[in-house]
């Protein structure tokens, strides 16, 4: 069974930074393509960044320039760095993980960006 468990959440002045984490347990890391969602209250959740196994990535247009994700298959573990952050990235941020025949989701992390 796949766990993923996202860290480095908090609350953040505009312009401010923070690095969310999520590591990755019960299934062979490199194999899967791996990403963020992010969902403010009352609001659909949305794509964020996404990875694929050999290090291509996708960002939503509201985290190009600002947001970078990155993987470490050595410690099982996606990253999304982001930077200039604003009031409206404001959201709980899931991490995830895609196999052949499902997506597996994370808890979620609270970021809160003040202004």
């Known amino acids: 069974q796949v766990q993923l468990v996202e860290s480095g959440g908090g609350l953040v002045q505009a312009g401010g930074s923070l690095r969310l984490s999520c590591a990755a347990s019960g299934r062979t890391f490199s194999s899967h393509a791996m990403g963020w969602f992010r969902q403010a209250p009352g609001k659909q959740r949305d794509l964020v960044a996404a990875i694929s196994t050999g290090g291509n990535t996708n960002y939503a247009d509201s985290a190009k320039g600002r947001f970078t994700i990155s993987r470490d298959n050595a410690k099982n573990t996606v990253y999304l760095q982001m930077n200039s952050l604003k009031p409206e990235d404001t959201a709980v941020y899931y991490c995830?993980?895609?196999?052949?025949?499902?997506?597996?989701w994370g808890q979620g992390t609270q970021v809160t960006v003040s202004s």
């Open positions: 995830y993980l895609d196999t052949p025949t499902r997506r597996y």
